[in-house]
């Protein structure tokens, strides 16, 4: 095989796993060059942990390659059960920890979304330094089953997300296993516009809860770190927070990542659970 396994773990709740094609030159010049000349490789890594051996199909895969640009460690790349995604923020927190050398160390990944700094504090927790959206939230409308139904548009970090309040949708995130089925509804009616669905509550007192649905109908487990960078920025446009105050965004599983931005980056932090 061309990869190796790292490790395997989870970061704030959500299953994740590090792999290494580290060995496999290239020749790109991006990181969506890199996904495309090791495109049968990614696809390797994939049927190997989901299907040979049995992961977890709401897992996601930090695939580490050659990095592309010379101020990065390491390229990085992500695979889920049905295939590659833009970005994720909690196998990006577990690639850092898997790849630090100790206390007090940032790791540089190269990915889609541009330079992730990883900073390992020594206390099981790993800071992001994610970028920020490019553009402001856009609003589209969305017809399902005959209803309208308002959404706003957000780009970040690899991902773009359709996000709209889950009471507006008729949903209840006390109830997470119920969201799938009209999550995937809602994500088809996006199209092309989105891979992920952010399913938001209020902002209270610096905190709030979101559910991601993505892939073949996955409730992510963990926080999302990407789907938090997207929630900070509709906070921040919507002014429930001013610029370099903290978001406490938990998921509906519990779990909580802490995001600020921070002039042109976002700094997110989480928990990371490593199994070697």
Excluded: K
Excluded at 44 to 60: M, S
Excluded at 73 to 88: E, K, N, P, R
Excluded at 98 to 104: A, D, F, K, L, M
Excluded at 204 to 233: F, M
């Amino acid at each position: 095989m061309t990869h190796t396994f790292l490790a395997h773990g989870s970061s704030s709740g959500q299953p994740v796993a590090c792999a290494d094609l580290t060995s496999l030159a290239h020749g790109a010049d991006s990181m969506a060059g890199v996904r495309a000349a090791l495109g049968p490789a990614l696809e390797e890594v994939r049927a190997d942990f989901f299907d040979r051996r049995g992961g977890d199909p709401g897992a996601i895969v930090a695939v580490v390659t050659r990095p592309p640009r010379p101020d990065a460690d390491d390229g990085l790349l992500f695979v889920a059960a049905d295939g590659a995604l833009g970005g994720c923020g909690e196998a990006s927190m577990f690639a850092g920890m898997v790849r630090s050398p100790g206390e007090g160390a940032t790791v540089v990944f190269d990915t889609l979304g541009g330079l992730i700094r990883a900073t390992d504090r020594g206390d099981g927790t790993i800071t992001l330094r994610m970028p920020t959206a490019a553009e402001p939230p856009s609003t589209q409308v969305l017809g399902v089953g005959g209803r309208p139904y308002q959404v706003r548009v957000v780009s970040v970090a690899g991902n773009t997300f359709v996000a709209l309040p889950a009471a507006a949708a008729g949903l209840d995130l006390d109830r997470p296993d119920e969201l799938a089925g009209p999550g995937g509804a809602l994500l088809r009616a996006a199209g092309a516009a989105a891979g992920l669905l952010l399913l938001t509550e209020p902002v209270v007192d610096g905190s709030t809860r979101s559910a991601v649905v993505w892939g073949e109908q996955i409730v992510n487990r963990g926080p999302c770190g990407t789907g938090t960078c997207a929630r900070l920025v509709l906070a921040l446009a919507d002014g429930d927070l001013a610029a370099g105050e903290t978001l406490r965004h938990f998921s509906p599983y519990g779990a909580a990542f802490e995001a600020r931005l921070d002039g042109f980056t976002i700094l997110l932090r989480g928990g990371v659970d490593v199994s070697r």
